[in-house]
């Protein structure tokens, strides 16, 4: 089967279960590292970043106890779900992943080209993710100990816009809003919605623009090295065609240029395994699942991807009397 | 371009099918009623702040000799506990010790008036208060207790019903002043009674409720339960003033704009005809009776208005609901006779302003569009001049 395909299944799948799940009383638990938004009324599963923030926002001093221990409890829960699926949480779960990927669908329908960013810029921006999941944690620590106001509580929730857009779902669309309450709330419910209106537009110019970005999948990739799924490489079967860096999603160029390092699950790596289905070499790249490798480079698959399944030669009269 | 058409065109369906959608679902989109003159129409009143009700009739909004449950924040994050103050009459209460004001005036306060740096706090208004200034807006703190009394004889009890619907006596510290643990998450109400005696052949029973959520703290320990009492608790109140949620789900907080409903029952059954009035810190008042099923609604509006239009939705006022009742149960206690017995019971109620007083979704949606014009235009320029550099090169 076509694992692209598989993916979008998974993906919508994932998309019922976290987003209509508390309508069938499901509830896959609040410390889910992907954008199970805490705001959809009745959401199958919560975002970890939502609890993460506001169990930070106590005084210093809490944390020696059982402040501390439910901190520990909850990163803990979260390492957990990243070590055994690692960054596919971003590429195979997360919703707001999803919508992403149907936009591009739609800009590949229309025919619109995509663009890319300078290797420079992609740099430059790649430190963004971890600015934010900084702040993220630093934020909520000033809230709880009167550094900052409330007014800046739970901060990337008020600024991701996977809130204003993932309610809607469910027909709520109480989230798609400004909160005028003070500066802050205006602020980062303002930029929750400016967010929406580039994923929007950037979607017809960059896959998956928003991911590049996210505070989550920089929290993830502190797990990469000991995810039970990885993504290996075999450099001396690498012809350097360039095929899996234009197959990406999120543009990583490691993927293509790296000969030596074997496990090439980097930050901005969300596990698509575009890149495996894409290589055109038996053997070079391969996704493993705690060492077991299930999915390798197969030049006869990529090729039947390309043509399409060989079709089998029509019988020559002279064969079919040879037949008779 | 073909395929562009018709994604516009898909575009503007879906627009106009969700604009369909939004109009008609009028529990999302409704705009509520929040100004007091709305609110008197649909109340069938015609009265101003602290005027007199122009309906005539048993059921005035006149209240005396009350006893109500009021709420006062612990201080500062992660706090464990709870204080209530258990206080007679002086509804409206006057601004209590962590009430300030910052760019705006806190709901249904009264405005602080401005005073000289020099002028004595206490002497102003002959008030026990201090108030001082703070660069960047007003800021006004009081003194706590200085204003609504905590008044409660020693016979008051307390109980504090917990989410897992277990009963906890709570120990008043001082007189009318109690602070106590929450440690669940969920709904938790508080019950006070007080046996007012016989005045005028009269017996008076005070009944009082609170109501508030708690995010819990499990660093206390839970208590164990009240399972007898003190021979009053056997299991309800005997007058009872419950709030009735029109879907069943309990909340926290009471918007206003919203219908607040309340059932008054006396030992479990209905009671038809009973007075319930409901004051707010203003001073408007609203009296009505309650329908065969004990029931009766109220229109929660909104009282004070913000210099730049918007609210802040962390801001509350207090409300209070007042409902009483006279039997004729004939008795005696503690050797006085007595031919009624009045019933009189309060809740508290915590009002914030509707979710429409606070935010903007119009304004919304139009940044959301400008943005997708802006970032669209932004991008078609850049792919134009990328691709006339490109020709430019070529010849």
Same mark, same amino acid.
């Given at each position: 089967?076509?694992? %692209? ?5 998974? %993906? ?40 993460? %923030? ?7 001093? %809490? ?32 919703? $707001? ?78 989230? $798609? ?14 930029? =929750? ?24 999948? =920089? ?9 039970? $799924? ?59 699942? =705690? ?34 | 371009?073909?395929?562009? &058409? ?50 005539? #009739? ?15 924040? #612990? ?8 204080? &209530? ?222 210099? #730049? ?87």
């Amino acid at each position: 089967m076509d694992v %692209q395909r598989l993916r979008l299944i998974v %993906q919508s799948i994932a998309f019922i279960l976290l987003i209509y799940g508390g309508l069938f009383a499901i509830d896959l638990g609040n410390r889910l590292p992907t954008f199970a938004c805490a705001y959809v009324p009745d959401n199958g599963g919560g975002c970890f970043l939502v609890g993460f %923030q506001h169990m930070l926002s106590r005084p210093l001093p %809490q944390f020696m106890g059982e402040q501390g221990i439910r901190l520990l409890k909850a990163i803990g829960i979260f390492a957990l779900w990243a070590v055994v699926i690692n960054k596919a949480w971003c590429g195979w779960i997360c919703p $707001f992943g999803l919508l992403q990927d149907l936009l591009t669908k739609l800009r590949t329908w229309l025919s619109i080209d995509l663009s890319r960013f300078s290797w420079i810029a992609h740099k430059r921006y790649k430190s963004v993710k971890y600015i934010l999941l900084a702040l993220l944690i630093l934020i909520p620590l000033g809230i709880g100990n009167g550094l900052i106001s409330r007014d800046w509580t739970a901060p990337f929730c008020q600024m991701c816009p996977a809130r204003p857009i993932l309610p809607l779902f469910q027909g709520d669309v109480s989230e $798609f809003m400004i909160d005028f309450t003070s500066i802050p709330t205006m602020l980062l419910t303002g930029a =929750a919605i400016i967010l929406v209106g580039l994923m929007f537009t950037t979607a017809f110019v960059k896959r998956r623009f928003l991911c590049s970005y996210c505070p989550m999948l =920089a929290f993830l990739s502190l797990f990469d090295k000991v995810g039970l $799924f990885s993504l290996k490489k075999y450099g001396d079967l690498c012809t350097r065609c360039g095929n899996c860096f234009r197959a990406c999603p999120m543009e990583i160029r490691e993927i293509e240029e790296e000969k030596s390092i074997k496990n090439l699950v980097t930050q901005d790596c969300i596990l698509c395994l575009r890149c495996v289905e894409a290589c055109p070499e038996n053997q070079a790249l391969e996704a493993r699942f =705690a060492g077991f490798a299930f999915m390798k480079a197969d030049a006869k698959a990529f090729l039947n991807r390309q043509h399409g399944s060989p079709a089998k030669p029509k019988p020559t009269p002279a064969q079919k009397k040879k037949n008779k | 371009m073909k395929r562009i &058409l018709v994604f516009t065109a898909c575009m503007g369906l879906g627009g106009l099918a969700t604009a369909h959608f939004a109009s008609a679902n009028p529990a999302r989109t409704k705009m509520p009623m929040v100004h007091e003159k709305m609110a008197m129409k649909h109340s069938g009143m015609d009265m101003k702040h602290g005027g007199k009700p122009a309906r005539a #009739g048993r059921c005035t909004p006149m209240i005396r000799d009350y006893y109500w449950l009021d709420y006062s924040r #612990g201080m500062g994050m992660g706090r464990r506990m709870r204080v &209530l103050h258990f206080k007679h009459n002086g509804f409206p209460p006057k601004p209590s010790a962590n009430m300030r004001w910052g760019g705006g005036m806190r709901m249904g306060s009264p405005m602080p008036e401005k005073k000289p740096a020099a002028q004595s706090p206490v002497a102003a208004g002959g008030r026990d208060a201090s108030s001082r200034s703070m660069a960047g807006g007003r800021r006004m703190a009081m003194r706590p207790n200085a204003h609504g009394r905590d008044d409660a004889p020693a016979n008051a009890a307390f109980w504090l019903e917990t989410p897992d619907k277990d009963i906890h006596r709570i120990d008043a510290q001082t007189p009318g002043k109690m602070s106590f643990p929450a440690p669940q998450w969920g709904l938790h109400k508080v019950f006070a009674y007080l046996d007012g005696g016989v005045k005028a052949d009269v017996r008076r029973k005070h009944f009082a409720f609170y109501s508030f959520y708690s995010h819990g703290d499990k660093a206390v320990e839970k208590q164990p339960p009240v399972l007898d009492g003190n021979g009053y608790w056997e299991g309800k109140p005997e007058f009872q003033l419950t709030r009735i949620y029109a879907d069943g789900r309990q909340r926290y907080s009471t918007q206003t704009g919203q219908q607040a409903k309340f059932r008054i029952s006396l030992h479990g059954k209905p009671l038809k005809g009973v007075c319930v009035v409901m004051m707010t810190q203003k001073g408007w008042r609203n009296a009505r009776t309650t329908d065969e099923n004990g029931e009766v609604s109220f229109f929660i509006i909104k009282e004070a208005e913000t210099a #730049g239009g918007r609210e802040s939705r962390r801001r509350s006022a207090k409300y209070l609901v007042v409902a009483r009742h006279m039997e004729a149960y004939a008795g005696e206690i503690d050797g006085k006779r007595y031919a009624d017995t009045r019933y009189l019971a309060t809740m508290g109620l915590r009002v914030r302003p509707s979710q429409l007083e606070w935010e903007s979704k119009s304004m919304a949606f139009l940044m959301a569009g400008f943005t997708v014009v802006a970032a669209g235009a932004a991008i078609a320029i850049r792919r134009h001049r990328r691709r006339a550099a490109n020709n430019t090169k070529g010849a």
